[in-house]
């Protein structure tokens, strides 16, 4: 059989096109790649297993509840823990309700489709309704706004959805961690891979949430409505987070005559792998949160690389998000190549075809984003100063 | 006690160039900052033995030295002198601490510093006419080699530039000295003899014009300014500091001393024009620092701007607006310097000054985000924003010269609104907004960049919301220098001659309500 390649793209993006037709990443394979993708996903691995806790706890335990002081206490409530809360000494659970509140609004995949089903109604308002037995002020809020409870519920579902998704997560990125300390992992291909394998392993786990009022369990998202973790929250994670997200306040006008902000939020490209890690002005680096978790658990070799940098810890933040956003282009690399139509390596045409196809239209959706920059700018820096004369 | 000033620079200065050879630059800095601390220090013991009341000299020493010119060693100090001598003292401090560890031809670098430190303060300090022309032409030399030697790619064109305006500045200012001496038929070139109220009016004029324009060159002053933003963008950081902070008030105080203090009938006669030259020099110094894209070229613009303050003041020549131009000198000198040190800062690490290549330095990442703050405080000072020292310094020139010149000083005020306008464009360029690409990965700034500007900048505070402690030391001998002279005033719509003791009543009243100042004795209640 004669092999026959595709001609080369002619979009702008080419050049990634062709190294994810060859079973590359779209990040350069070198040795400080590696270590700040794996250094960086090991401490983004532990805020996420405790965002994920967090996420759980809070559907599962503050369930219609209207003014949930201490949700991020995950039920330990002591003086101590409450002091060293108040000093900030805590790891950032806002940032997860942000990720969270944005995959509720994008609303893409098949958990929002189930939220509004009538399968969803009912459940929900069983729930509702054991939930308000014995509170006349929640009753009466119910008769006054009836939509208002079943939204909250259907923010409960993200939390926890989002919560199941990232437990998985939060393992795959210590796992890698474990198996790039045991000298297993040297590369970035490898990392995609470990990515897309674990992906691939956990695609069809299914994503339920139940409540337990009263001595009883409601199913408010049960096993037979059919939500698995690919589809219906990696998928739409990335969509979300990776592509979409918010604009963050004060990098844009919020005032609709500036047309600073599309109309069609399918549109939107603030997203990770969009977000500039400079801070402009006092607007902040839309993951400062994230970001400061993080600063928590470096690794030891991933801090002392940065330690190497012209700023030293000065610009750890930034430093903290550019590798951050060369590991989330890892992870959508695996996310492309685990959902090609057809397999890489394919040698036939009509497969190369529609793989081509495939392929621009993900780069498409690149061309705004910092993908040249994180493959240009290597986060160490060039010592000698710039010479304008 | 007051050779001290001149002599331990020197002293460090010769220890510096002549030491064996072996000296390493890090000895030579130590030196050098050991000279101009003790020089500094000293100057602060002068000042807590300084008496304020007192309006004559103080600490004068006398040496003849060569009697048959007439020259004379005499030096002395007095409310007008001791502001600049010691901002002398602390911006050489200054300068010499924030030069480049690894300077080339150290020795040379740091000596010459020094012997410029000591001609500046021996100018202070010269009781003699001559003896002051003499160390006025000994700071050229340093400084014309500081900044052909360690200046920029233009360095020589700047340097020879500079020589040639300020050499032509030092022969008008010796042929009007000369003049004086000679047409008074006096024997010395001793400053108390040689006043020259016997001159004719016309020749005082005469004297005085080559005066202004001697000094105007060093100030400088529109048309005669074109060295100076070249001497400043070429001149290396401390040159600036000091170029800016020091060595422009030799203009403004050879004006006030031998221009103002020699020719007071003929000062009065030129004041009205020499107000409108002040006008023509805020305007025009403020107009073009906002066309520049050289942050350090638009500074040294707004030099221009506001030394035209103190000619205004010193025009207007009451008690407050005399007492404005020390205020205005001391103020400058502070924020001037602040200023180029701050732009000093921003070129070592970015590689650019082009307000075209800059941007969003205030970035508190990977910026420069305590240099950008002190530079909101310099530009805030500079434009004038009360509680800095510049609101105090301007507040006063305006509110001194308003009564004898008030068109001119109405058009002098914009050119405070002006330099809000070309520095508020300087910030916003430079400092907010994104961090430019081109500037993405900016090194460290370290402690020892911050330390100069953060005291000049707590100095420009202090000042600001305590003037008093600046006012008290000059007041009397600006109250003094005033007393011998017609004033100007402006009664309805004309000019009148009235006589000092009326003049220092008529504008007592507004000077003390300004500054809230206590009773002090006026200098002519002791006049017998």
Known sequence: MVSIKNKPSNHPLAEYIQRLEAGEALLPDTADNVLEVVGILKSYGVVLDAYSRNLIYIAENQFLVLFPFFKYFNGEITPAKLLRYWWHDRINFEYAEYVMRTMLWHGTGGLDDYLDSPEFKQRAEAAIQAKLQGHPLMLGLKALFPEFLPEQVRMSCYYSALGQFWRVMSDMFLSLSDRYDKGEIQSIPQVVDHVKDALVAAAQLSITYAVKLRGKTYEIIPASAGLTFLTDTAVPYVETIFFRGTPFQGTVSYNAQAHQISPDPSRFNYGALFADPLPTGGAGIPPTLLMQDMRHFLPDYLREFYRRGRRGEDDLRVQICVSFQKSMFCVTTAAILGLMPNPGNTLLPDEQKANRVYLESWMNRFLASRLNEVNDQPNSCPVALPEWS | MLSALIWMP????????????????????????VAAGAACLWTLVIVSQFNPSHVGQQFSEFIPWIETLGLNYHLGVDGLSLPLLVLNGLLTCIAIYSSDVAIQRFRLYYALVLVLSAGVAGAFLAQDLLLFFLFYELELIPLYLLIAIWGGHRRGYAATKFLIYTAISGILILASFLGIVWLSSNTSFAYDPSRTQTLPLATQALL???????????????PLHTWLPDAHVEASTPVSVLLAGVLLKLGTYGLLRFGMGLFPDAWNLLGPWLATWAVVSVLYGSFTAIAQKDMKKMVAFSSIGHMGYVLLAAAAATPLSTLATVLQMVSHGLISALMFLLVGVVYKKTGSRDLDVLSGLLNPERGLPLIGSLMVLGVMASAGTPGMIGFISEFLVFRGSFPVFPVQTLLSMLGT???????????????????????????????????????????????????????????????????????LTLRTHNFKFVTSQEGQELFSHAFKRTLALPEIPSPMSHTP
């Open chain 2, 208 to 222: 005085l014009l080559m005066l202004l324009i001697g000094f105007g060159i060093k100030m400088p002053l529109v």
């Open chain 2, 10 to 33: 020197m002293l460090g200065a010769a220890l510096i160039g002549f030491w064996p050879k072996g000296m390493n630059p890090n000895r030579s800095r130590l030196i050098a900052l």
């Open chain 2, 417 to 487: 609104a002006l330099t809000a306008v070309y520095f508020l464009n300087l910030m916003n360029r430079v400092f907010f907004g994104r961090l430019s690409e081109q500037v993405i990965n900016l090194p460290r700034v370290q402690w020892s960049d911050r330390y100069p500007a953060i005291v000049l900048a707590v100095l420009i505070v202090l000042f600001g919301i305590q003037p008093n402690w600046l006012v008290h030391w000059s007041e009397p001998t600006t109250t003094a220098m005033n007393a011998s002279f017609p004033v």
